[in-house]
């Protein structure tokens, strides 16, 4: 769900994966690796999305399921 939502934001800005990637200081294939769920967002890799894409974290979070939400206490 983080990263089809990760994805979609980033193509809602028009960038490529290029652009995301300069902006967090990765590589391109880290950010296609993530965008189709082959590479894990770790629980560190998303206040660095959320300010890549300036977005907040709710936004990534999009689909979640609403117990998981609240378990987290959000």
């Known amino acids: 769900m983080v990263a089809r ?3 979609a934001e980033r193509s809602r800005q028009r960038w490529r994966q290029q652009d995301l990637a300069d902006r ?3 590589s391109q ?3 296609s690796a993530v965008e189709s769920g082959q590479r894990q ?3 560190g890799d998303l206040p660095e999305l959320c300010r890549a894409l300036e977005v907040p974290l709710r936004v990534l979070l999009m689909g979640a ?3 998981d939400l609240a378990a987290l206490g959000l």
Request: charged residues 20%; hydrophobic residues 40%.
């Open 65 to 67: 399921d609403p117990e």
């Open 24 to 26: 967090l200081g990765w």
């Open 5 to 7: 939502n990760v994805r």
């Open 41 to 43: 967002i770790g629980v």
């Open 29 to 31: 294939t880290t950010v």
